[in-house]
């Protein structure tokens, strides 16, 4: 298995963050890994996600996972189980006012030996991921939720 993740304490409600990342029309306004999100977060549903990284690429991905205000699981890969990249959002109030958030990427299956070597490491995507959700997040909850 490869893992990558990022975590951060953000100063806003859970409720703020969650819908900051379940909003995928706006991600280009403060995730400065990716150009769009097509689709709608909802349990079950595809969206594809087109970065920065390899913008000729799409990045189709089903939404596995959906608590509301806590955790979502994006999954994506081959058929058969013989790649796959799981991407965790998790949402922890941490009763201060604050929430950490955290996101990580596992990928696994039997291919991940060929395919990982072409996986550039995705640490700094997102440590900055979690800075601009932060940030978005941040000024939101300080303008009200606006």
Known sequence: MKEYSATASINASADTIWNILTDVANYPAWDPGVDRI??????GAKITAYTKLNPNRAF????????PGKRMIWTGGMPLGLFRGTRTFTLTPQGDGNTEFSIKEEFSGPLLALIGRSIPDLTMTFQKFAAGLKAHAEGQAQN???
């Open 144 to 146: 009200g939720g606006q």
């Open 38 to 43: 097509e689709g709608a977060i909802a349990l």
């Open 60 to 67: 189709p991905v089903k939404v596995t996972e959906l608590t």
